[in-house]
């Protein structure tokens, strides 16, 4: 399959061309012969052009590509390696919805032939890949898993906005359903992955190593936004206990903030429904994401309460959001948690204008039914720094004077700017 593919004799493919599958697929199509599928035709009409648009890669990186992007399943059948990049989120219970992922597997279903390779890498709890994709693989193309196809999984590990830990240099994990599949696997990867490759034992193996390293990331930050709670009761500023504590050798780097997106804040809920299935209740995993998922209501409530402990009037106050994306220096707002600091100002009366110079006011509007605001304003009596985009992190006190009543609170969640205000009613985590 290998001398295949690299020779281009077949084609590989790539499901879904998102924040994960596009970066992939333009990697492996500067070595492979390379079909880029999605089913949003806005999307793919950019990516001719030579546009991502979440904006992570720049126009020279389609150049002299050999990929091409569809959503025509004829041009699918021509592929013999197929990759799956589709989301997987959680709906609006918080369980998993593997609407994408099985959509997707019905469409390479349908296109199967003998000798192909199936590689997931969408986020899955432990078992999903062999007990909920294989079996449908199998009803559609009539073929045996193991036998007539193979199939494996390489959990993805982009992280959006960061320009140091690529794709290629990334350690990568695989796994397959045999041995001989795991070796193929493992030569199409080393194509474009420079920094290595570790060979899981198992399928459930790498499923479950994916699903832990944000779930570890989950309570972590958990464990820092219940500090930082606890340290405001206390008059302490978290991020100088966490600069103190942080000089001994061992002492890991974690800081508290909002955990949205599609990753930290959405991943151990994988692994919360699998572990209920086995009839097992996950008391940490399930507590971290209490903490986190609260944070936004939390933060809302200490910036009312600063504005009321000033004497503001809180029915018709007015408050400037300061970016809405999930994380700094993206585009991406889903699952942004800032949503919940804006609704919970709102509750309370106040009017809320949004401005961030990373997102898409169509998109906003869509998701959130929010507007973004053009032109940041003045006379506000709040001013919410949420998101640490670059654009931000340079800015004075002078400048928040300059937007603001007197007096005025400006609310810094990541600290950005602790130890710079001194006129201000200043408040971080």
């Known amino acids: 399959?290998?001398?295949?593919?690299?020779?281009?004799?077949?084609?590989?493919?790539?499901?879904?061309?998102?924040?994960?599958?596009?970066?992939?697929?333009?990697?492996?199509?500067?070595?492979?012969?390379?079909?880029?599928?999605?089913?949003?035709?806005?999307?793919?009409?950019?990516?001719?052009?030579?546009?991502?648009?979440?904006?992570?890669?720049?126009?020279?990186?389609?150049?002299?590509?050999?990929?091409?992007?569809?959503?025509?399943?004829?041009?699918?059948?021509?592929?013999?390696?197929?990759?799956?990049?589709?989301?997987?989120?959680?709906?609006?219970?918080?369980?998993?919805d593997l609407s994408a992922l099985l959509s997707a597997t019905r469409l390479i279903g349908s296109v199967l032939s003998k000798g192909d390779y199936v590689v997931y890498e969408s986020t899955v709890y432990p078992g999903c890949t062999e007990e909920d994709?294989?079996?449908?693989?199998?009803?559609?193309?009539?073929?045996?898993?193991?036998?007539?196809?193979?199939?494996?999984?390489?959990?993805?590990?982009i992280n959006p906005g960061d320009k140091e830990h690529t794709l290629a240099n990334t350690i990568k994990i695989i796994s397959a359903c045999d041995t001989e599949a795991l070796d193929v696997i493992e030569q199409v990867y080393a194509a474009v992955v420079t920094a290595g490759l570790h060979r899981a034992p198992s399928i459930k193996t790498a499923e479950a190593a994916k699903i832990i390293e944000n779930t570890q990331r989950?309570?972590?930050?958990?464990l820092m936004n219940e500090l930082s709670i606890l340290f405001d009761r206390m008059g302490i500023n978290t991020?100088?206990?966490?600069?103190?504590?942080?000089?001994?050798?061992?002492f890991l780097p974690f800081t508290p903030g909002l955990v949205g997106g599609h990753c930290i804040g959405v991943d151990p809920y994988y692994l919360v429904h699998k572990a209920k299935e086995l009839k097992y209740h996950p008391k940490m995993i399930n507590s971290g994401?209490?903490?986190?998922?609260?944070?936004?209501?939390?933060?809302?409530?200490?910036?009312?309460k600063k504005l009321i402990a000033q004497g503001t009037n809180?029915?018709?106050?007015?408050?400037?959001?300061?970016?809405?994306?999930?994380?700094?220096?993206?585009?991406?707002?889903?699952?942004?948690?800032?949503?919940?600091i804006i609704r919970e100002l709102k509750d309370y009366g106040m009017e809320v204008e949004i401005t961030d110079p990373c997102a898409s006011p169509e998109e906003t509007e869509r998701e959130y039914g929010l507007q973004l605001t053009e032109t940041v304003g003045s006379n506000y009596d709040a001013v919410i720094v949420a998101v640490a985009h670059k654009q931000y992190t340079g800015l004075t006190e002078a400048y928040f004077l300059s937007i603001t009543r007197?007096?005025?609170?400006?609310?810094?969640?990541?600290?950005?700017?602790?130890?710079?205000?001194?006129?201000?009613?200043?408040?971080s985590l």
């Open 1 to 96: 399959m290998y001398a295949q593919l690299i020779s281009k004799e077949k084609a590989a493919a790539v499901i879904g061309l998102g924040y994960v599958g596009l970066p992939l697929a333009v990697a492996f199509a500067s070595r492979l012969r390379v079909i880029g599928f999605d089913i949003d035709e806005g999307r793919l009409d950019k990516l001719r052009r030579g546009i991502d648009p979440a904006g992570e890669l720049e126009a020279e990186a389609f150049e002299g590509k050999d990929i091409v992007f569809t959503s025509s399943t004829e041009r699918l059948k021509e592929a013999s390696f197929y990759i799956v990049t589709v989301p997987t989120p959680i709906d609006r219970h918080n369980r998993p």
């Open 133 to 157: 994709c294989v079996p449908l693989l199998e009803e559609l193309s009539g073929l045996k898993a193991g036998r007539d196809f193979k199939t494996g999984y390489s959990p993805e590990r």
């Open 218 to 222: 989950d309570v972590n930050i958990a």
């Open 239 to 250: 991020y100088d206990v966490l600069t103190a504590a942080g000089t001994k050798w061992n």
């Open 289 to 304: 994401r209490f903490v986190n998922d609260s944070m936004g209501g939390y933060i809302g409530k200490k910036i009312v």
């Open 314 to 340: 809180i029915l018709g106050a007015r408050a400037l959001v300061m970016g809405i994306t999930f994380k700094e220096n993206v585009s991406d707002i889903r699952n942004s948690k800032v949503i919940d």
């Open 406 to 427: 007197r007096p005025a609170v400006l609310a810094d969640p990541k600290g950005i700017f602790r130890g710079k205000i001194h006129t201000m009613t200043y408040w």
